[in-house]
């Protein structure tokens, strides 16, 4: 207890602040989020440690707490036994509580738990200026005010934001199920669609060529003509090697021409029966949603969408890539006010992917957002 100064008190805030700024060094987190782990585990390890040690010496030892020997002031080692046992408790009950703490913390958060925190360590460094100082204990009420309540308010409300966050989560992960399965039961029933619609797709091509030829009106060849015309996109049906990606492909093309979008799929799934129809349905109905979103954002003569799929050796690639606005932030939130609804997209597929051992990378560059995605094919 001799750097800096020799009053123990004042080596506190030079001790938050060096612990502060370790962590912060150590953990990709934010400021907010740093802030109140060092305060969490300052309050409740060895603040709350130590006021439980001065309660539990007060009441064996009364005012016999500070002994003096050979001139100098100090604490009874029966207190810092004391000590030592609850700071292990108290980390082993701080574990089982914070070992599943998912919640952001926010600057709101920081705020109101370091007010609560200042008042607490202003109260503790008195005590500890009295005891290494002045040699006086000070009384229990002191260290229930400096030590429990912050501590018990601090890890209170930080555990109930925590579950209320796990909940949201939870009700996140129902909507999110039942978006997929809603997803994937729309393109169910477009294949069926489609089946229906190319079981006679030979036929009535051939009958529209015998009343295009026989019929001598123009009115008649015309109509044949356009009935024709209606029917071409079957002609240029999206063959992958997956029916149900077919059904996929062909709806995102009609979508994207619709918007104007200029789209193109060269899509080889031949060999790939490992991935199951609704990991499918996720991986390119959202990839080629977001871009369909993102080229709606430019100019019609901008508007390009580029999807490809292959495998190569034993990987499975896929590249969705489309032009973007040069100010748009590579992210993986949704823009979309509903964000209780909203903003799976990204988080999706990287689970659907996962899944399969695969990683993604999601490239920004000034003009351009490429999505890379990579399986391991067994």
């Not at 030892?61 to 500070?66: K, L, S």
């Not at 810092?80 to 574990?95: G, H, T």
């Not at 690639?317 to 040069?326: G, Q």
Request: aromatic share 10%.
């Amino acid at each position: 207890m001799t750097w800096f100064t020799e009053l123990g008190a004042y080596k506190i805030p030079v001790l938050i602040i060096v612990g502060l700024t370790v962590i912060k060094i150590c953990y990709a987190d934010s400021f907010a989020t740093c802030g109140i782990c060092y305060e969490a585990y300052l309050i409740t390890i060895p603040i709350l440690t130590e006021g439980i040690g001065m309660l539990i010496g007060h009441a064996f030892y009364q005012d016999n707490i500070i002994v003096v020997i050979d001139g100098d002031s100090l604490m009874r080692w029966e207190i810092y036994a004391i000590i030592l046992i609850a700071r292990i408790i108290v980390l082993c009950l701080s574990y089982l509580m914070c070992r599943n703490f998912t919640y952001q913390v926010n600057y709101k958060d920081f705020i109101l738990l370091t007010t609560i925190f200042i008042f607490a360590i202003v109260f503790f460094m008195s005590d500890v200026y009295m005891h290494l100082n002045l040699g006086v204990a000070g009384d229990r009420l002191h260290y229930i005010v400096s030590t429990a309540l912050p501590a018990a308010g601090i890890m209170t409300f930080l555990y109930a934001k925590n579950t209320m966050y796990l909940r949201e989560q939870e009700q996140r992960g129902k909507l999110q199920i039942a978006l997929l399965q809603q997803q994937f039961a729309y393109y169910q029933e477009k294949m069926k669609d489609e089946d229906r619609v190319r079981s006679i797709y030979h036929d009535l091509k051939n009958h529209l060529l015998v009343m295009e030829n026989r019929q001598n009106t123009e009115e008649t060849r015309q109509m044949a003509k356009t009935l024709r015309s209606q029917i071409t996109d079957y002609e240029d049906y999206a063959h992958t090697g997956n029916e149900f990606l077919d059904i996929i492909v062909k709806d995102k093309t009609a979508k994207a021409r619709e918007k104007q979008i200029d789209f193109s799929a060269m899509v080889d799934f031949h060999g790939i029966d490992f991935i199951e129809p609704l990991d499918i349905s996720t991986i390119f109905g959202n990839a080629i949603d977001n871009a369909i979103e993102a080229s709606e954002k430019l100019p019609e003569s901008k508007r390009l969408i580029t999807v490809k799929a292959e495998r190569v050796r034993d990987m499975l690639l896929i590249t969705v890539e489309n032009n973007t606005l040069p100010e748009n932030h590579l992210t993986e939130r949704t823009t979309k006010k509903d964000r209780f609804a909203h903003g799976f997209g990204i988080p999706n597929i990287k689970k659907a992917v996962e899944k399969y051992g695969g990683q993604c990378r999601f490239q920004q560059e000034e003009r351009t957002y490429r999505l890379n995605i990579l399986i391991p094919c067994p």
